[in-house]
Nanobody
Framework: QVQLVESGGGLAQPGGSLRLSCAASGFTFSSIAMTWVRQAPGKGLEWVSTIYGGGRDTYYADFVKGRFTISRDNAKNTLYLQTTSLKPEDTGIYYC?????????WGQGALVTVSS
């Protein structure tokens, strides 16, 4: 069955960086667009970024453009989100999800806390 397992969350200082990973299994990873979505404390889900299967086409929400980079290693069935210049408002649970317009599988989430 489809499995998505995030890792790499943690505590970062404002201006710091973290790299999130999402290990995928149970489907043909290289053929599927993958998405990062986040949820800040007490708020709804927020789309962050999407990458198409080949890895060349990427899309970002305005609030992370220039600070976050989505990438994938299709040989390792792994999705990444490199975060830099983190702000306190980036705090939240980050989920990787399978798909783009329809997200039909989700990981358990990785908690990112940005605080001094």
């Amino acid at each position: 069955q489809v499995q998505l397992v995030e890792s790499g969350g943690g505590l970062a200082q404002p201006g710091g960086s973290l790299r999130l990973s999402c290990a995928a299994s149970g489907f043909t990873f290289s053929s599927i667009a993958m998405t990062w979505v986040r949820q800040a404390p007490g708020k709804g889900l927020e789309w962050v970024s999407t990458i198409y299967g080949g890895g060349r086409d990427t899309y970002y929400a305005d609030f992370v453009k220039g600070r976050f980079t989505i990438s994938r290693d299709n040989a390792k069935n792994t999705l990444y989100l490199q975060t830099t210049s983190l702000k306190p408002e980036d705090t939240g649970i980050y989920y990787c999800a399978k798909g783009f317009t329809t997200l039909d599988a989700w990981g358990q989430g990785a908690l990112v806390t940005v605080s001094s």
